[in-house]
């Protein structure tokens, strides 16, 4: 049986959560206070109920504690972000994953039971400073403090040289774990592996190590 999730909050970040979880396949029951986003969302996904994610009986009766993951999107409004993943907590939710503004209000979501906090607007800057900095870079995805996984465009730098050339694990510390060539994806690439121009290569490693590649290409 796949998973079900529910989203509460249908602004621009839940309402792209909701519709991606559906359009893969996904059961999804979506939660807002607004009328018209409820209305706007009822053909979008499984489910959309207009409901107050604050008030307890509302998400009981819902059926809330069936849903293998539950997404707290409400952005604006702090307090009922932090009353609805208390209240979920309360009834039962087995993951709870919570939208927080900044580190503190995600460490009180993190202290109060949250199973996962997202910080998508400084997320989203972090990706788009990498690509400012550097253009070949095409995304960039934190795994902990210190270290990430980026995919950089292949350029001259990188253009007709195998990864035994490059030696990027030498000079630069980092790993290659896939190179994309247009829709073929190697995921284990190979020292002989000769890189072309338009190559996405897929590196993780630590952030300093990444920045010194980041300037390279």
């Keep these: 049986m796949s998973k079900q999730f529910a989203v509460i909050g249908l602004g621009r970040f839940g309402g792209s959560v909701a519709k991606t979880l559906h359009d893969?396949?996904?059961e999804v029951l979506a939660i807002d206070r607004d009328a018209q986003r409820v209305q706007d969302y009822a053909q979008i996904v499984t489910h959309s109920v207009e409901a107050d994610s604050t008030d307890e009986n509302a998400?009981?009766?819902?059926?809330?504690?069936?849903?293998?993951?539950?997404?707290?999107?409400?952005?604006?409004?702090?307090?009922?972000?932090?009353?609805?993943?208390?209240?979920?907590?309360?009834?039962?939710?087995?993951?709870?994953?919570?939208?927080?503004?900044?580190?503190?209000?995600?460490k009180v979501l993190y202290k109060i039971g949250a199973y996962?906090?997202?910080?998508?607007?400084?997320?989203?800057?972090?990706?788009?400073?990498?690509?400012?900095?550097?253009?070949?870079?095409?995304?960039?995805?934190?795994l902990a403090d210190d270290y990430s996984i980026i995919e950089i465009s292949a350029g001259e730098f990188f253009a007709g040289k195998t990864l035994e050339n490059l030696d990027i694990r030498a000079r630069f510390g980092c790993n290659v774990m896939a190179i994309k060539s247009g829709t073929k994806i190697n995921i284990a690439p190979l020292a002989d592996d000769v890189i072309r121009v338009g190559d996405i290569l897929v590196v993780i490693g630590h952030n300093?190590?990444?920045?010194?590649?980041?300037e390279k290409a």
């Design 208 to 214: 300093s190590d990444l920045k010194k590649l980041e």
């Design 24 to 26: 893969m396949g996904y």
């Design 116 to 142: 996962k906090v997202i910080f998508p607007e400084r997320d989203m800057g972090v990706r788009v400073v990498h690509n400012l900095i550097s253009p070949n870079i095409l995304d960039y995805i934190e």
């Design 59 to 106: 998400l009981r009766a819902l059926g809330i504690r069936n849903f293998d993951v539950v997404v707290v999107s409400i952005g604006e409004d702090i307090q009922s972000n932090i009353m609805t993943t208390l209240i979920l907590q309360e009834i039962g939710v087995e993951k709870v994953v919570v939208k927080a503004r900044n580190d503190l209000h995600g």
